[in-house]
């Protein structure tokens, strides 16, 4: 059996009606024709989107196999898991998103089928002028006051927004109301579910030259109104210069990790997601010999213990990890 490494895999990219092609220009992928690259999920385990190794002795291998082959040493001390418990992507806004809310766990797990919650959060890594993020409903507003709103549509009368900049990081737990803006480049850290009611479209019209579905009544229900306006989280030391607190909740961690020369990760039975948000870093023990790049990703094992990386530039890492 082939020990494990530090796992690269195919990205599995996404077209919808917002995206664009900034994967390429910004990411340096290359695209295929058409305009609307929207998506592209970097480590996944879904049933019908499977994140797959691109490289090393384990090349070929899905996400779920290795979690059901080789889950102590992958996941270390949150073995066992029914599939891997996030997600990581990129998102591309050409055009905002549309208004949208997530369920919970104990919604999610009362549809056909089940499904987990859905908790997410952003992290800006690239802002036009005027790049707005929409994320929770300005104070007070209830649910009688937003249906009426959407109804007619002027949704964004109910949101909360503020202009975004490189760097913020804004959390979004299952219940809040939310839309990425125009202009905007993330990377999205979340639970592995895709359920979304949309709330509002914006008045738009898709590929079909008919309006997007909406699901109010759905959306509306899984609403937290309790939750009033949302703004970027302020990093938090941890007690190494290099490494900041995004956010830190019941389904995930978030670090930001930035150096010039040589630092350690794991080493504390956790799988860690490492994904490049500027820079250049080598990997002890990859299996690429190309250091990773800006939007490349890596999903580092638990068992490989504490491993080292090498900065080839002033590097900024996202480092996201499970509680």
């Known amino acids: 059996m082939n020990d494990l490494y530090p796992l690269r895999f195919r990205p599995i990219l996404k077209q919808y009606i917002w995206g664009g092609r900034r994967f390429q220009s910004v990411l340096g992928r290359q695209l295929g024709p058409g305009p609307n690259?929207?998506?592209?999920?970097?480590?996944?385990?879904?049933?019908?989107?499977?994140?797959?190794?691109?490289?090393?002795?384990?090349?070929?291998?899905?996400?779920?196999?290795?979690?059901?082959?080789?889950?102590?040493?992958?996941?270390?001390?949150?073995?066992?898991?029914?599939?891997?418990?996030?997600?990581?992507?990129?998102?591309?806004?050409?055009?905002?998103?549309?208004?949208?809310?997530?369920?919970?766990?104990?919604?999610a797990a009362l549809l056909a089928p089940p499904d987990t919650g859905k908790s997410e959060a952003w992290v800006v890594m690239a802002a036009e002028p005027g790049g707005t993020i929409y994320a929770g409903l300005k104070a007070g507003v209830d649910c009688a006051e937003l249906e009426t709103a959407i109804r007619q549509g002027r949704c964004e009368t109910c949101l909360h927004a503020f202009q975004a900049a490189v760097g913020d990081c804004v959390f979004l737990p299952a219940g809040t109301v939310h839309a990425l803006g125009a202009g905007l480049l993330v990377a999205e850290v979340q639970q592995p579910s895709d359920t979304t009611y949309r709330l509002s479209d914006w008045n738009r019209l898709g590929t079909d030259g008919k309006p997007r579905e909406l699901h109010i009544e759905q959306g509306l229900a899984v609403v937290d109104f309790a939750r009033g306006p949302v703004g970027p989280r302020q990093p938090r030391p941890t007690g190494r210069p290099s490494v900041d607190r995004l956010l830190e909740c019941e389904k995930f961690v978030v670090d930001r990790r930035q150096f010039e020369r040589v630092e350690s990760i794991g080493g504390d039975r956790r799988c860690h997601i490492i994904a490049v948000l500027r820079g250049a870093v080598e990997i002890e023990g990859d299996a690429v010999a190309e250091p990773l790049t800006v939007g490349g990703t890596v999903l580092l094992p638990a068992s490989l213990g504490e491993i080292s990386l090498k900065a080839r530039d002033p590097a900024v890492l996202l480092d996201a990890y499970l509680p």
Request: charged content about 25%; some cysteine; proline content about 7%.
């Open 37 to 107: 690259y929207a998506e592209s999920w970097e480590i996944c385990d879904r049933a019908d989107d499977q994140s797959i190794v691109s490289a090393g002795p384990l090349a070929g291998t899905k996400l779920r196999d290795l979690v059901g082959n080789r889950g102590p040493e992958l996941l270390g001390r949150h073995h066992p898991q029914g599939r891997f418990p996030l997600l990581l992507k990129f998102l591309d806004a050409a055009k905002s998103l549309s208004v949208q809310v997530h369920p919970n766990d104990e919604q």
